[in-house]
């Protein structure tokens, strides 16, 4: 077991100090680090055990990171295991994320449910583009075919609404093809099903 020197431990900035070990390695440990594992200078300490303090380090600097994220707004867990990962090692995200969903800080479900209700009451989009959207932001599978299921109600009113707001002018004449065909599109973008799109169209020029 290679044995290591805590050279020194100096007050770096705020909470944070910076311990030399071994005369030129430096780290950066809050202070509750270095009162958790007892450090202090020119004491001897194992590799092995300089490595769990690092990464003991790693994982405070991650929780408080992941916690700053979610009081600025929701994540899914596979949203905020990665943002996290753009600095930090993969296992730490991992802990972090598990800690944070099993305190309830993150939850799936009521992501998904709060993003589907956005979606589809405010932005006025179809089952397929909101399931592209969950994806997006990591929420897939079970959890989200759920959520959106559970939202259908009213589909064919949301439908006619989008229709009615963004599209009433291509939808005079009803033997202008091209204008009706571009509206036709526009609804698929929105993620409508096209049978529903079909129905809708012809009730909104029939009147």
């Keep these: 077991m290679i044995e290591m020197i805590i050279t020194s431990i100096e007050k770096y900035?705020?909470?944070t100090f910076c311990v030399i070990a071994d005369g030129n390695k430096r780290v950066y440990l809050h202070?509750?680090?270095i009162a958790k594992y007892s450090l202090k200078a020119d004491m001897e300490i194992s590799?092995?055990?300089?490595?769990?303090?690092?990464m003991a380090s790693e994982l405070r600097r991650a929780t408080r990171r992941a916690m700053y994220l979610i009081n600025e707004r929701e994540y899914s867990y596979?949203?905020?295991f990665e943002k996290l990962k753009n600095n930090y090692p993969e296992d730490i995200c991992y802990k972090v994320a598990n800690h944070m969903a099993a305190k309830g800080y993150i939850?799936?479900?009521r992501f998904a449910e709060a993003l589907v209700y956005s979606y589809m009451e405010c932005k006025l989009y179809g089952p397929k583009r909101v399931k592209q959207?969950?994806?997006r932001r990591g929420i897939r599978g079970k959890t989200a075919d759920e959520a959106i299921e559970n939202?259908?109600?009213g589909l064919k009113h949301r439908l006619m609404t989008l229709i009615e707001r963004k599209y009433d002018g291509y939808l005079h004449d009803p033997d202008d093809i091209k204008a009706i065909t571009k509206v036709k599109n526009g609804l698929v973008r929105a993620g409508y099903d096209y049978d529903d799109i079909n129905r809708a169209v012809k009730e909104y020029i029939e009147g």
């Design 13 to 15: 900035k705020g909470e």
């Design 31 to 33: 202070r509750d680090i």
């Design 47 to 54: 590799s092995e055990d300089f490595a769990r303090v690092l």
């Design 78 to 80: 596979i949203g905020l």
């Design 107 to 109: 939850n799936d479900k």
């Design 133 to 135: 959207e969950l994806y």
């Design 151 to 153: 939202s259908l109600d």
